[in-house]
């Protein structure tokens, strides 16, 4: 799974705690925090328990790590027995049996990927490990022009079939190459809140590598006030508060993996249509969805289409988006219509 630098909501959501402490009561529970390491990132997860809920905090820890190894042991291309490195390691014209689940993810993916016109597009991981954001190669070069319009001529989600009974995959062509980082931590977050609820759990925050998912309340009558972090390099800090309530929202920024050469950054996002990485303004996007799957690649559809194109397709799909747009020396901000509930009142 792709790497992905520390992240920030979770500190703003504890920081957002320790601001409002303030207004609540002090009868409140303790909330319970459980944080780890998944998918080359870390995640965090936050409970606030009714009075008469009983939590074992081992069983529970034990059940979320058990259920994200699983995924991870699924959907990784760090991981040589993988589905998808299954996948990726067979030649073009063979059906390979994958798990149920992630079938489920990469028909999603597929969805998106035909929604947004090739924007998402998650065999696009060839691109990806040329331009070194893949698991072997560090990113610093420019890779040749001539290899990149190769590679992207041959890729294309159009050449990727899915068969459902039993779940299997087959490339049309020898280059397409599985990546599912831009929408499998948004899978686990909604796998994670599942385990919750199966545990009676109402009343928490998930998150994995930047994306989350809340439900329920903070503490009594306060919901969920979550940061959408500032696209800034050198310092972490909040560009905007949201009321999530109970949603789920995810961020694509140019501004945490990326590599600069000559000047320029080349960001880990890859526009699928000309195989370079994306080179708009656009700094960040944040989508809130019913699935933290959808929201994790909706963002990443919205951050290739750039400021104007994205916006539209956001406006067109009832996408609730805010994008910060690099202006100047600062950044400006837009919002779609579906957006404007969120921001605190
Ligand atoms: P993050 O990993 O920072 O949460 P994203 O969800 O946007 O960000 O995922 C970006 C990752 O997805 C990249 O590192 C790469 O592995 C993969 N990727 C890059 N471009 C695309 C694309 N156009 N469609 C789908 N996946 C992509
Ligand atoms: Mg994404």
Redesign the pocket.
């Known amino acids: 799974m792709k790497r992905r630098l520390a992240v920030l909501f979770v500190l703003i959501a504890v920081a957002g705690s320790i601001f409002y402490l303030n207004k609540f009561s002090t009868t409140d529970n303790h909330p319970i925090l459980i944080s780890g390491n998944t998918m080359g990132t870390s995640y965090h997860l936050k409970i606030v328990p009714t009075p008469d809920s009983l939590i074992d905090r081992q069983q529970l820890n034990a059940q979320i790590t058990a259920r994200l190894d699983d995924i991870d042991h699924k959907m990784s291309t760090y991981k040589t027995d993988s589905d998808l490195s299954r996948f990726n390691r067979q030649s073009a014209g063979n059906w390979v049996n994958i798990s149920s689940e992630t079938y489920f993810v990469i028909q999603a993916g597929q969805k998106i990927s035909q929604l947004s016109d090739g924007a ?1 597009d998650i065999t696009v991981g060839k691109l990806v490990n040329l331009w070194g954001f893949g698991p072997t190669i560090n990113a610093t070069l420019v890779p040749d022009p001539a290899t990149i319009q190769q590679l992207q001529s041959n890729i294309g989600y159009q050449k990727l079939e899915l068969q459902e009974q039993p779940p299997a995959l087959l490339k049309h062509s020898e280059q397409v190459y599985i990546d599912l ?3 499998a ?2 899978y686990a977050v909604d796998a994670v809140t599942l385990v919750l609820e199966q545990n009676n759990i109402d009343n928490y925050m998930v998150e994995i590598g930047g ?1 989350i998912r809340t439900h329920g309340h903070k503490n009594v009558n306060q919901p969920w006030i979550i940061g959408v972090e500032s696209p800034v390099t050198t310092e972490r800090a909040v560009q905007k508060v949201l009321h999530l309530g109970t949603a789920a929202m ?3 920024g140019d501004y945490r993996n990326y590599f600069e050469h000559e000047g320029k950054r080349f960001s880990h996002t890859i526009d699928p249509r000309n195989g370079y990485p994306i080179g708009h303004k656009l700094a960040s996007v944040t989508v809130i969805a019913d699935s933290c799957m959808e ?7 919205l ?1 290739v289409l750039g400021p104007e194109r994205g916006m539209q397709f956001a406006e067109d799909n009832t996408i609730a988006a805010f994008m910060i747009i690099k202006q100047g020396n600062g950044f400006a901000e837009r919002q779609s219509h579906a957006f404007a509930p969120f921001f605190q009142r």
Not at 295 to 301: G, K, P, R, S, W
């Open positions: 998402f980082s831009a929408i931590k948004g994306e995810a961020t694509s929201a994790d690649a909706l963002a990443t559809a951050m």
